[in-house]
């Protein structure tokens, strides 16, 4: 039987590293940018297709409808 390799690896994060401190830095000057200019920074809900399988969630129904007119119930 062979070792499932782990989900996460010391090598791949230094491989990625650089791309996520300047994603940082770029995330963090614009939100700077937005509160020097007196934007609040807001997190909304996202509507998903399945209201999931908590026993204890009541979910928000909505109508999404489409461009061709087809009707889909996401919730959030």
Not at 6 to 27: E, F
Not at 61 to 68: N, R
């Amino acid at each position: 039987m062979t070792e499932a390799s782990p989900w996460w690896t010391p090598d791949v994060h230094a491989d990625r590293r650089p791309r996520l401190m300047l994603r940082n830095g770029i995330a963090a000057g614009l939100r700077d940018w937005f509160a020097a200019h007196d934007f609040v920074e807001v997190q909304t809900a996202a509507l998903q297709v399945s209201p999931g399988n908590e026993a204890h969630l009541a979910a928000f129904a909505t109508e999404a409808v489409g461009p061709d007119g087809a009707r889909a119930p996401p919730y959030l």
